[in-house]
């Protein structure tokens, strides 16, 4: 019970690495502020979230014998999140752990990406997780304490090919991060980034393997920068949750700026 009678605000956390931090978080003592847009994703090949994915993220929540609130709303919707946070925070009673986990990836050859692509891969991977920040950080501030998680992606750390938009997205929450640890640092909250390999979640569903492929045959040779050192396919999502809630927890007291990278060492390959 590292982070007991603590409140985490998770987006994203309908299903996939949001539903993972949340039950993890919750495993451990948090409650929980589950948000998630349960809608259509624009642009992206993959099944969308539903209300019920988000339902039963907070129904996995309170078997863990933690209170959740659950909250539909954009990440792209400030006031929206805002709203929804506050709300939150005045049921639970405080804030504590903040991941900005949100976000979308849409796989195109350079050539193909279209500005509606890249648009709205920015719009929800950068803006949402400022938005998701400007939400909750006034919270740790008030506290002064307080643990932000930024999902990154190993894309964040090196490129990945065939995903412009998404790894121009991945490193601008990294240098995001690090400039908000270095301005909330004197409030006693800390900010980091996790950087994970390829997972097992719902966006390798649909047309994801296809749009990927597609991509892929435009130059075969590029298929081996997606190669864990480590001889797995894709990681569990609750094996870099638990990545979540150490950068969540005391154990990492005196870590901010930093990034973590749950990544099966593809980005040493």
């Not at 539903?50 to 078997?63: G, I, Q, R």
């Not at 796989?107 to 950068?126: G, K, Q």
């Not at 740790?140 to 307080?146: K, N, T």
């Not at 396919?233 to 638990?242: G, I």
Request: proline fraction near 5%; hydrophobic fraction near 45%.
């Amino acid at each position: 019970m590292r982070i007991e009678a603590t409140v985490a605000l998770v987006t994203g956390a309908a299903r996939g690495l949001g539903r993972a931090c949340a039950v993890r978080l919750a495993a451990e003592g948090a409650d929980v502020i589950a948000v998630d847009v349960c809608g259509p994703l624009p642009g992206v090949d993959y099944d969308s979230a539903e209300p019920s994915d988000l339902d039963e993220t907070v129904a996995l929540v309170e078997k863990e014998g933690r209170r959740a609130v659950r909250v539909q709303v954009d990440v792209r919707d400030l006031d929206g999140l805002r709203a929804g946070v506050d709300d939150g925070v005045s049921r639970l009673g405080r804030l504590d752990t903040v991941v900005a986990n949100a976000g979308i990836c849409i796989p195109r050859a350079w050539d193909a990406v279209t500005p509606e692509i890249l648009r709205d891969t920015l719009d929800v991977n950068v803006v949402g997780v400022w938005n998701t920040v400007m939400a909750g950080a006034p919270h740790l501030v008030e506290r002064g304490a307080g643990s932000i998680v930024v999902i990154s992606s190993a894309a964040g750390l090196k490129v990945q090919p065939f995903m412009v938009p998404y790894t121009t997205s991945k490193f601008a929450v990294r240098g995001m991060a690090k400039a908000f640890a270095v301005e909330l640092g004197r409030h006693g909250v800390r900010v980091n980034t996790v950087h994970p390999t390829g997972m097992t979640t719902p966006m390798g569903t649909g047309e994801m393997q296809s749009a990927l492929g597609t991509a892929m045959a435009t130059d075969p040779r590029l298929g081996g920068m997606f190669t864990n050192l480590i001889p797995v396919q894709a990681v569990d999502p609750d094996d870099v949750a638990r990545s979540v809630l150490f950068l969540a927890s005391d154990d990492s007291r005196y870590v901010t700026g930093h990034e973590l990278a749950p990544d099966a060492g593809v980005t040493e390959f």
